[in-house]
C-alpha cells in the first residue's frame, strides 16, 4: 500500500476563513489542506482530502479508504458528537484515524466535550488551531510505517 493518507473535513469547514474567525482563524480549508500536503509530502505521503456537509458522503469515503490509505485524519464537526454512523464507519474500515479539532473542545460550550468518534481513533488532537492538522499527520507517520 502508498504511503497515502486522507483527510476528511465535515460539516461548515468549507466555511473556514469566513466564519467565527475569532474562534476558528482566518485560513480557509483550502489553505489549510495545502499547508498539510505539503507537510505530509516533506514525510514521504501522498495527501488526498474531501470535504462535506452530508455525513453519507463521508462515510462513503471512510468505505472507499480501505486498501487505498494507511491512516485518516478526520475533523468531522459537529458530528463528532453523535453521528454514531461515522464512528461505526471508522471502525469498520480497521484504518488508523486520528481526530482534530481546531479549537480545545474542552473550553467550549459543554455539549462539545463529547466525542462519539474518539473511542475508534487512536488519537485526538485538538486546540492547536490549523497546526492540528500537521500533528495529525506526524502522529499517523508511526502507523504508516
Do not use: W
Not at 493518507?5 to 475569532?22: A, F
Not at 480501505?66 to 461505526?88: P, Q
Not at 469498520?92 to 481513533?121: G, Q
Amino acid at each position: 500500500m502508498k504511503k497515502k493518507l486522507l483527510v476528511l473535513n465535515g460539516p461548515n469547514l468549507n466555511l473556514l476563513g469566513q466564519r467565527e474567525t475569532n474562534i476558528y482563524g482566518e485560513d480557509s480549508l483550502s489553505s489549510i489542506i495545502d499547508e498539510a500536503r505539503a507537510h505530509a509530502v516533506k514525510l514521504g505521503f501522498e495527501l488526498d482530502d474531501f470535504q462535506s456537509n452530508n455525513e453519507g458522503e463521508i462515510i462513503d469515503r471512510l468505505h472507499a479508504a480501505r486498501g487505498v490509505y494507511c491512516g485518516i485524519v478526520l475533523n468531522a464537526g459537529a458530528y463528532t458528537h453523535y453521528s454514531i454512523a461515522i464512528r461505526d464507519a471508522l471502525a469498520a474500515v480497521k484504518l488508523p484515524c486520528v481526530e482534530v479539532h481546531m479549537t480545545n473542545v474542552h473550553m467550549r460550550e459543554e455539549f462539545r466535550h463529547k466525542s462519539v468518534i474518539a473511542p475508534v481513533c487512536v488519537g485526538v488532537i485538538a486546540g492547536f488551531g490549523k497546526i492540528s492538522y500537521r500533528l495529525a499527520i506526524d502522529a499517523l507517520a508511526a502507523y504508516c510505517i
